[in-house]
T-cell receptor, first 114, second 115 residues
Framework: AQSVTQPDIHITVSEGASLELRCNYSYGATPYLFWYVQSPGQGLQLLLKYFSGDTLVQGIKGFEAEFKRSQSSFNLRKPSVHWSDAAEYFCAVGATDTGNQFYFGTGTSLTVIP | DTGVSQNPRHKITKRGQNVTFRCDPISEHNRLYWYRQTLGQGPEFLTYFQNEAQLEKSRLLSDRFSAERPKGSFSTLEIQRTEQGDSAMYLC?????????????FGPGTRLTVT
């Protein structure tokens, strides 16, 4: 069965520090992988996606993620965090063999301290 | 392109009442998805449409839930005889798969509170 694990429920970082949010997935076929960000009371905004090809993908707002098939991981990184990055981050895998519904992790809440 | 819109943004209802939510997808997108998100959780898939055809329903979608997309454009999600456990954010997303486009674009959601 498809599943996504985000092991860190909450992370606090200082502004300007680097960030890595972890994501592990379980999926039998070739995964389509996504990271979304959600601000309080809002919908989800796509940060970046991986379908195939280069395993290091660049997204919006200075985020990047690396797909590692051997580790079933798709970790999100940012070299220098801004206070406006405080939000909830969700990793998702798309079910390519069915209707492409997404399976989401439980999210990681990011707090940025000055 | 105005993105995915959902109405209403907030709905408060009493237990036992029926509610209906509307989703307007991005105009050229032929797939439309409904998800439910409870506090502290990620979105969970409910159902999806390819044009007007409802192709899959999650087992989360009880008999009290029904979704339609009559003309392959907007969609409605109705919950009959609401229960307190239905309180959640209901998210709609649309996509146009093919040509390498598999991402889903989400609306702002409808937050339902059942009292």
């Amino acid at each position: 069965a498809q599943s996504v694990t985000q092991p860190d429920i909450h992370i606090t970082v200082s502004e300007g520090a680097s960030l890595e949010l972890r994501c592990n997935y379980s999926y039998g076929a070739t995964p389509y992988l996504f990271w979304y960000v959600q601000s309080p009371g809002q919908g989800l905004q796509l940060l970046l996606k991986y379908f195939s090809g280069d395993t290091l993908v660049q997204g919006i707002k200075g985020f990047e993620a690396e797909f590692k098939r051997s580790q079933s991981s798709f970790n999100l990184r940012k070299p220098s965090v801004h206070w406006s990055d405080a939000a909830e981050y969700f990793c998702a895998v798309g079910a390519t063999d069915t209707g492409n519904q997404f399976y989401f992790g439980t999210g990681t809440s990011l707090t940025v301290i000055p | 392109d105005t993105g995915v819109s959902q109405n209403p943004r907030h709905k408060i209802t009493k237990r036992g009442q029926n509610v209906t939510f509307r989703c307007d997808p991005i105009s050229e997108h032929n797939r439309l998805y409904w998800y439910r998100q409870t506090l502290g959780q990620g979105p969970e898939f409910l159902t999806y449409f390819q044009n007007e055809a409802q192709l899959e329903k999650s087992r989360l979608l009880s008999d009290r839930f029904s979704a339609e997309r009559p003309k392959g454009s907007f969609s409605t999600l109705e919950i009959q005889r609401t229960e307190q456990g239905d309180s959640a954010m209901y998210l709609c997303a649309s996509s146009q798969p093919g040509q390498g486009n598999y991402e889903q674009y989400f609306g702002p959601g409808t937050r339902l509170t059942v009292t």
